[in-house]
């Protein structure tokens, strides 16, 4: 219902975050004419949110949804997030208890299970979450940004929640028009029963691991040279790690691998794993979706808290690079301002949706009574970011408000009053009929200044109050945006012109983002 | 597509503001025996939500919708809220800049429309604010809740946005079944003319305001009180603003006392008020709205960026107390647990919107350069606890989840598998068909636990898999919830059985609260 499109909706590209907003510019210029005003802008790595971009947020993946406080007891928080801990943001303490701002929504959902004796849920959470980030806005990288949970906790047949998350993983994506993604799969147990047969030490498992992880930002010399220079082990360890993580295809491929790898033939970990990702196997074609996935023996996942089956979605734009080359040559890509002097800091635009198997978190909060849990974070801002730009056309002339009816008035000369508040009554009468409608709040306004309004504010028909014509018991409905001015619409009755309007609009389709938009709220 | 709902979920009444949490109280007697493990819960003043209190909130007033950070910069926030300041929460500083959680939805809004250089825009917004109050869980006053704000900036035609803000709240509560509900106007121009006009030093007319606004909670004796003994008035300035404060009738009723009231004929601020209050009385007969409204001298609004009219929406069971007697009386109802001491302290439900003009606040933010503004905020908690208690009969049967279809197999004996594999191709048929449906996570379930589940999931429909009959070709569907087991369903061939629960669905009508959460999703 706006009159006027803001000039950052209307233009949404230039509010990208490729782009320093031009306001924040002009704000810069200002500030340093008048040094005691402060820059006023959104906090460092926080950015508003307009009515287009929210538009495609409202994902529904079924299930209950919660909504948890925005901050949490700092010690809920604690110890859950390793190295990053750092990055949690802490509030004043201001008398009272001590308080931090959520750092994911898995932490708050494992404390909402356990603190409400909570056996069994599904539920999907869309919310802000934070991180003390330094925010690389060129890349993505935001200190607020929202994420989109689905979970599953209870106890239940093996492997069966996990098989459902990888299908939400996979509807919610194709359904949202992206279908050049894979799923990398892998399993905390036989990664740790790989490292326990290479040779790693019980205590070095977690740190190896995490080198691991960095194999989709950096080349596996850079990831062997942190094994053994950086973190101790023996070269022969190393290479023999290397040799199974660079192996990944299909479930059956990768399994028919392992299955004959000798040196796992008498782990435990490994075994166990290797069960369950047989399980998973058949279950994944039972649902249809094996063909978006991939079992890929380098996948780590940073989080210490996964226990069993961990994946991540990425698509073409987030595959791996090659080498050093790629690497360096894609961080100066996305780095245009400066030169990238350490292409090992570079973080890509990375995974559109990750997730695992969780069974001890629950228990963290509840005296050691578990509740096994799987589940997966969208992020949002990336798919969105994707989306967008796919649909950048459309975009662009998709109305961030949904006016369906301007009403207008015509008239001039002698006693003419403009029809200010004849103009309210009717949009009333539209507005009580369930019809989007606006009128120019202006007591008299000429016919053009009234349709750029109305095409401005998306509408789809004109209904128009004539000198004569409405004190007659008539009023006119014009279909508008035709680029045929000449077309005078049809004049109908005031006493049923309600009718006439919605039997017109009942014509409609939106289609294109219209129908996307349709698509993702009924997700 | 939960299988089992929660308790929390499943009887909303143990979850209630008014009740401690059961298990907050669990909890706190495990504490006493391990003082060492911290007590699990929400932080103070905040709490959890679920998925059927998250239904109606999803409220929609047109417009173009914004979502700014949840913490601003801290001198954003500062100077604007008075006394009240000292309520906001800030965050730690770690280095970098200073922030704050926001504290309404008005002033980031403001910021918005000065940060991005709108000329002009409708916007509304759903999202928390939060205050570091001292929550009084039983009086529904939290540290962490909803507003969803409606607001126009813009420079246009005097009153007109003001009366569609004004017409926004009426169809905003009629439609969601809130009837008895008067919206209480007043102007700061005609109530700052009034305290000169009797008497006030204007240096003292925002702390005279600030005690007359304090007459929807205290009887006038002790308002009066208030602005002679604490405020330093004469008794004779008391009992003039007495005489006006006392006057509230219909638009076209106050408006006739003003006019007649010489005691304001020379006072330029009261005139050019009144004036403003004529055009409105047009503008909101030409709306239809007028039977809701009344102009209330003795409404004041505590914030000081008003600048022109203000109102608040109230219900019957907000209307100020007649006296002392029955203030203390429904002080002391309201709060079960202790005695109230004074009753002056009590705060009632208050209002369920409050509103109005801000003219300069965008001016604060653009060096002077002002954007005029008039808003709306409702509460969403408040008018959610109303809705809730009027439809608590319904509300225990409305299932958070919205499935449709259970599947379900049916066997036994010898070389009965349970048919899980098969459930699951069966349900992601329905899911990509875009019907919600559900299965139990077990190998092999018996029949009264597959129909226990489906019960609670609220399903419509079940697909039932038979031992013989599926291998044969052949599904069972079965209407559910018509108390009626001895209903054995239609057998359906597998190859059609989609367009067939299709069709059944087809006949069912939500209705009940279904019915007015589309209304609200509307909106």
């Given at each position: ?457 998306g509408a789809k028909l004109a209904v128009i109050l004539g000198k004569e014509e409405f004190p007659a018991g008539k009023v006119r409905v014009k279909v508008l945006g035709q680029g045929d001015d000449t077309n005078e ?35």
């Amino acid at each position: 219902m706006s009159t006027e499109i803001p000039a950052a909706t209307k233009a949404p590209a230039a509010a990208e975050k490729t782009k320093k907003p031009v306001n924040a510019q002009k704000q810069l210029k200002k500030s340093k004419k008048n040094e005691s005003q402060f820059l006023l802008k959104t906090p460092k790595g926080t950015k508003d949110w307009s009515d287009k971009d929210m538009v495609l947020r409202e994902e529904r993946h079924g299930g209950v949804t919660i909504d948890t406080p925005v901050f949490e007891l700092r010690e809920i928080l604690t110890g859950k997030y390793g190295e990053d801990s750092k990055l949690i943001y802490n509030l004043e303490d201001q008398g009272g208890e001590l308080t931090s701002l959520r750092y994911d929504l898995t932490v708050p959902f494992a404390r909402f299970v356990a603190c409400n004796s909570i056996a069994s849920i599904k539920r999907y959470h869309i919310a802000k979450v934070y991180r003390r980030d330094q925010p690389a806005m060129t890349k993505g990288r935001m200190r607020e940004f929202y994420q989109c949970d689905f979970d599953i906790a209870g106890s239940y047949e093996s492997m069966i929640p996990d098989s459902e998350i990888l299908a939400i993983t996979c509807e919610g994506l194709t359904s949202l028009g992206i279908n050049d993604f894979k799923v990398k799969m892998n399993h905390r147990k036989i990664l740790d029963g790989i490292f326990q047969a290479c040779g790693v030490k019980e205590e070095d498992v977690r740190k190896i691991s995490s080198a691991v992880d960095k194999l989709d930002k950096l080349p596996w010399e850079a990831v062997k040279r942190e094994m053994t220079v950086e973190k101790g082990q023996l070269e022969e360890v190393a290479d023999k790690i290397g040799e199974f993580v660079k192996v990944s295809g299909s479930i059956r491929e990768t399994l028919g691998y392992l299955q004959n790898a000798s040196l796992l033939a008498d782990n435990a970990s490994a075994q166990a794993g290797i069960a369950e990702m047989e399980q998973l196997a058949d279950y994944v074609e039972a649902l249809g979706i094996e063909q978006h996935l991939s079992f890929d023996l380098s996948l780590a996942r940073g989080l210490d808290y996964y226990t069993g089956l961990i994946y991540e979605a990425v698509t073409s734009a987030s595959a791996p690079p090659k080498n050093a080359d790629e690497l360096k040559a894609r961080a100066k890509k996305d780095s245009k301002e400066k030169d990238v002097e350490d292409a090992s800091e570079y973080v890509g635009v990375g995974s559109i949706a990750a997730g695992g198997r969780y069974d001890n978190l629950v228990g963290m909060f509840s005296n050691g009574k578990s509740i096994p849990c799987v589940g997966i974070s969208f992020g949002v801002e990336r798919i969105f970011s994707i989306i967008k730009a796919r649909a950048a056309e459309k975009w662009e002339t998709l109305s961030p408000t949904h006016t369906d009816v301007y009403v207008m008035a015509f008239g001039g000369g002698e006693g003419w009053t403009g029809f200010l508040k004849e103009r309210m009554t009717v949009t009333k009468q539209l507005w009580s009929s369930g019809i989007n409608a606006e009128y120019l709040y202006k007591a008299k306004a000429n016919p053009r200044k009234q349709f750029d309004a109305a095409e401005k504010a998306g509408a789809k028909l004109a209904v128009i109050l004539g000198k004569e014509e409405f004190p007659a018991g008539k009023v006119r409905v014009k279909v508008l945006g035709q680029g045929d001015d000449t077309n005078e619409g049809e004049l109908v009755d005031s006493e049923t012109f309600l009718e006439y309007v919605k039997d017109k609009l009942a014509t409609y389709d939106e289609g294109g983002l219209g129908a996307v938009t349709r698509m993702v709220k009924n997700l």
